[in-house]
């Protein structure tokens, strides 16, 4: 496999500009606004792009999935400075709030543009 640092760019952007507000907002509330800083946030998710695509090429399956969780959870754990238990908290609640405002901005979608369907 090639490792194209195009499309891995591509997802550093996207992924900062998707989840680092989601991810922010649930660490402050989380763990308070001293410990969860935006630019934290920022961090956690370019590290996890980052490391995450690259061990991605390294490891793969069930394994690769286990080794990618344990990164995140280690990034989150260390920039927001909080537990292993809460961090898998923050991690959790992120990707619920995260499937519910795509949810909510694709039907918002359906009724604007329901001819493009």
């Known amino acids: 496999m090639v490792f194209n640092l195009i ?4 997802n550093v952007i996207v992924g900062v500009i998707a989840v ?11 763990v308070g606004k001293e410990k969860a ?4 946030a920022i961090w956690i998710v370019t590290l996890g792009i980052i490391i995450g695509s690259i061990l991605g090429v390294l490891v793969h399956g069930f394994l690769g999935f286990v080794v990618s969780l344990i ?3 280690a990034l989150i754990r260390h920039f927001f400075d909080t537990g292993w238990l809460k961090a ?19 039907f918002i979608g359906l009724l604007v543009l329901p001819n493009f369907v």
Do not use: E
Not at 7 to 10: D, F, I, K, T
Not at 37 to 40: G, H, P, S, V
């Open 88 to 106: 898998l908290a923050i991690a959790v609640i992120a990707l619920v709030v995260f499937a519910i405002i795509v949810a909510v901005l694709a």
């Open 37 to 40: 800083k935006f630019t934290d």
């Open 20 to 30: 680092s507000p989601v991810l922010w907002l649930v660490g402050r509330t989380m």
């Open 71 to 73: 990164l995140w959870l």
């Open 7 to 10: 499309g891995l760019a591509l």
